[in-house]
């Protein structure tokens, strides 16, 4: 009887759609932010491991950058939360089986050693305690940039979230943008010729795979729903984000990839400077879009 009592006593908090755009560009910056802060990881200790002795400047600004990142990560995520001074649950309660929780300890201990990195650099001057914290942090990268795509992935009646090319399309991110931010330091370094060559070629791949993954996703593949094939109409010739999507993938993709081409033929440095500017600005409008047209939909 009180269950009955109580349960007639209950009040409906939200019974209507939600109109607008619940994510906005303070995510954005947030998996921006964090694509950088773990593709300066991943490119770096890749080139630090191929050319030990033309890459010296990267071993202090690999971190510093990855830092730097990090926190702007962090910073948005604290911004965007409802209860922000809880967060320390997630560490004294944690449920592993939730992204969220897997995601938070990745990021906290790739943080860590980050600072065990410039640790080693800059007061232990130990260059085996760095190689192996930096390999350490390029494991712990791997989950704090992917653990994005799951938690989206989970989000109900978001079909482009959900595509599972969505852990790839986070790792090309993560390769496009720490190359073009290193890149950026190698030329301003005047690093050898080859490490430049070869950091652009990174981007011009990661840029070409993008490319052709966010084709593959928006106007070729599958959407089950009629609603979220009436929601790509918005990124399509005429739609609400047509002008901004394409400005996006031009930017972060195709001008970059013909840039590279370009120097490669004519020698020139000055277009993969440009190169890289552009693929970082044009990677924060992609990664927009690809926020927010799915909640273009109200949810009931």
Do not use: C
């Not at 993969?272 to 552009?278: F, I, T």
């Amino acid at each position: 009887m009180v269950d009955a009592i109580t349960a007639t006593n209950a009040h409906v908090t939200l019974d209507v759609a939600l109109p607008g755009i619940v994510w906005g560009w303070i995510i954005t910056m947030n998996m921006w932010a964090k694509s950088i802060a773990t593709g300066v990881v991943f490119i770096g200790a890749f080139m630090i491991t191929r050319h030990p002795q033309n890459t010296r400047s990267f071993k202090i600004s690999m971190p510093i950058l990855a830092l730097i990142f990090i926190h702007i990560t962090l910073l948005f995520t604290v911004i965007d939360l409802h209860q922000m001074f809880r967060f320390w649950h997630i560490f004294v309660h944690p449920n592993f089986t939730s992204a969220i929780t897997v995601g938070a300890w990745a990021v906290t201990g790739f943080v860590g050693i980050l600072f065990v990195m410039m640790y080693a650099l800059l007061i232990k001057k130990s260059d085996t305690l760095f190689n192996m914290s930096m390999w350490i942090a390029v494991i712990l990268a791997i989950p704090s940039t992917l653990y994005t795509a799951v938690i989206m992935g989970e989000s109900n009646a978001r079909e482009l979230w959900q595509a599972p090319t969505e852990l790839m399309q986070m790792m090309l991110a993560a390769t496009l943008a720490g190359s073009a931010t290193l890149l950026i330091i190698a030329i301003l370094a005047k690093s050898d010729e080859k490490v430049q060559k070869e950091l652009a070629g990174i981007l011009a791949i990661s840029a070409f795979f993008s490319f052709m993954m966010y084709m593959g996703e928006y106007f070729f593949g599958h959407m089950k729903a009629e609603d979220v094939a009436v929601t790509l109409e918005a990124v399509k010739v005429g739609g609400e984000y047509a002008s901004m999507f394409w400005v996006g993938q031009s930017l972060a993709f195709i001008v970059p990839f013909v840039l590279v081409f370009l120097s490669y033929k004519n020698r020139v440095t000055s277009l993969l400077l440009l190169a890289s500017v552009l693929s970082l600005i044009g990677l924060w409008i992609t990664k927009h879009v690809w926020l927010i047209i799915p909640q273009l939909l109200p949810m009931s």
